[in-house]
């Protein structure tokens, strides 16, 4: 199989040098009430040199009120994203104490809780010590787009989308590519590229920022098996920076948000191919069942290596009984092709008493090692036993990786396992699933992963 060769990565940087008022360092940043942060007669000041662009931000929750948002919207992301204090989901603009401070949906008060408090630019914050927070969709699962008492930079108006068929950095032509602004969402991108017949390599959800957090956070696919990550892929970043620090290797993957502003990134495209996407459903009726049935698709995992399959495994359930619901994508394989690549497995899954239904065609995590699927798999059916027996609701895994990811680093795949709640649980209520879910069901994955030195998934 032929595999593009790595890329180089240039990063195109504007420092922005300090020049103005005299910098009050603080070992902490500035919050309002400190001698330091700034007048209500700076921001106003300040609001002039950036044209009047600077926003004062309410939490998600009071913006629908005003905007007398309809359910619809409030569930939506694309709507979710256009609200400048608003993360994909909405736990996260929550400060849950103690005390509480809490801004909800059908709540009576709003609290600013973990809402930035302005958006704007960099320069000031630097030049006042604010806390500073960037954000483009706000779809961060450890939500480090918001922040108590912070300045917000808000990059979802960066929008430009430029393709070009050569792209070169100091005289060197890097083949076909795309330049993306930080505010375009990978829809957006998917149908620009589309129109173009280009693919790239891109995640699932509608909104996520692919110049954004996505690519610093590694920025898997379903065909990184075949491609690799955003982060193997990507060519160059523009970044707006505070201060002059080595960026060349910590965007790729280095975690999102703490060097610099992404202005756009530019990744390499695909001529369009052909894909089939093949889902199954699997019913199990016990927990032995579920157990015996996430074990034999352990032991299946490497069934697609060949021809460099993604797949995203979800299992949802209870002690009694499951449902594992599998899509698989197949570049350039036709209907029947894939089915024969499923059919092991699914001859295993019916063997062991689970049902295989509606076979078609058309947030603590660990990263698993792929020793784990070397070596006798048995331990993962026993983590799955674990979690749901914990009464965790889903177990999300993602076979992203392998094929050309594992040339490049020794990490083969993810699983996510989740809790959730409603909103009108009270705020201690919260803090103690959450300490509970650290407590009991962390280990289990952590145990599956190899211990204390495993790696968490943090896109
Ligand atoms: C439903 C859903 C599906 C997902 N699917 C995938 C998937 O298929 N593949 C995958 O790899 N990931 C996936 N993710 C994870 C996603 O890539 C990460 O959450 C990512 O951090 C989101 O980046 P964002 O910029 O859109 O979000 P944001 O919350 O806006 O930002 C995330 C992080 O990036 C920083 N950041 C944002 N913009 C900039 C910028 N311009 N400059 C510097 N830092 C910035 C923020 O400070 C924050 O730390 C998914 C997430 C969700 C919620
Ligand atoms: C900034 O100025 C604009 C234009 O005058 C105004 O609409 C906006 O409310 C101001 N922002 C803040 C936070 O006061
Ligand atoms: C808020 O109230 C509306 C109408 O009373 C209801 O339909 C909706 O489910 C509630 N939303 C939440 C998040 O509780
Ligand atoms: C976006 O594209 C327009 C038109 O080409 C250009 O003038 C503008 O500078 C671009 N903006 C950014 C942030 O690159
Ligand atoms: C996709 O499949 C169709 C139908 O089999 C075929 O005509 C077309 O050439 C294929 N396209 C590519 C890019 O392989
Ligand atoms: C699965 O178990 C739950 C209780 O945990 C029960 O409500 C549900 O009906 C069961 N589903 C099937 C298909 O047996």
Redesign the pocket.
């Known amino acids: 199989m032929m595999f593009p060769p790595l890329r180089f990565l240039t990063v195109n940087a504007i420092v922005v040098f300090i020049c103005g008022p005299t910098i009050v360092h603080a070992w902490c940043r500035n919050q309002p009430g400190d001698p330091g942060y700034p007048s209500v007669a700076d921001?106003s000041t300040f609001?002039d040199t950036i044209s009047?662009r600077?926003?004062?931000i309410v939490p998600s929750a009071e913006a629908c009120r005003e905007l007398s948002c309809t359910e619809a919207q409030w569930k939506s992301g694309i709507f979710r994203q256009t609200i400048p204090g608003s993360m994909n989901a909405y736990n996260w603009e929550q400060d849950y104490g103690p005390p509480p401070q809490l801004c909800l949906r059908n709540g009576s008060d709003c609290a600013q809780g973990n809402v930035p408090l302005?958006a704007a630019g960099i320069r000031f914050a630097q030049v006042h010590s604010l806390r500073v927070v960037i954000k483009s969709s706000g779809h961060d699962y450890l939500g480090r787009s918001t922040a108590k008492n912070s300045l917000l930079l808000w990059t979802a108006f960066l929008k430009n989308i430029t393709f070009t068929d050569q792209f070169s950095i100091a005289g060197v032509d890097h083949g076909p590519a795309v330049t993306v602004g930080s505010g375009v969402g990978l829809k957006t991108l998917y149908v620009a590229a589309k129109a173009q017949d280009k693919m790239f390599i891109g995640g699932t959800a509608a909104t996520v920022s692919p110049a954004g957090g996505y690519t610093q956070g590694a920025g898997h696919s379903a065909f990184s098996p075949l491609y690799g990550l955003a982060a193997d892929n990507v060519l160059q970043f523009n970044v707006v920076l505070a201060d002059w620090l080595p960026l060349f290797w910590a965007m790729r993957g280095g975690g999102a948000g703490s060097w610099g502003v992404i202005i756009d990134a530019t990744f390499p495209t695909l001529p369009i191919f052909n894909v089939t996407l093949h889902t199954v459903n699997v019913l199990t009726a016990t927990l032995d069942q579920t157990d015996c049935l996430m074990a034999t698709h352990a032991m299946h995992i490497n069934d697609w290596d060949d021809v460099g399959a993604g797949q995203y495994f979800y299992l949802t359930g209870s002690k009694s009984n499951s449902t594992l619901v599998l899509s698989t994508l197949f570049k350039d394989l036709d209907g029947e092709a894939s089915k024969s690549q499923m059919s092991s497995f699914l001859a295993d899954v019916t063997a062991l008493g689970a049902v295989v239904q509606g076979e078609s065609t058309v947030t603590t995590s660990r990263l698993v090692p792929s020793t784990v699927y070397t070596h006798p798999p048995k331990s993962v059916g026993s983590a799955y036993r674990q979690l749901l027996s914990q009464d965790v609701q889903s177990v999300l895994g993602h076979l992203v990786a392998g094929g050309r990811v594992a040339v490049n680093a020794k990490i083969d795949s993810a699983v996510i396992a989740t809790k959730r709640w409603d909103s009108t649980l009270s705020a201690e209520a919260v803090q103690a699933l959450r300490l509970d879910f650290t407590a009991t069901v962390r280990p289990v994955l952590e145990e599956l992963a190899g211990g204390a030195s495993s790696g968490s998934y943090s896109n």
């Open positions: 921001w609001n009047g600077l926003l004062s302005f």
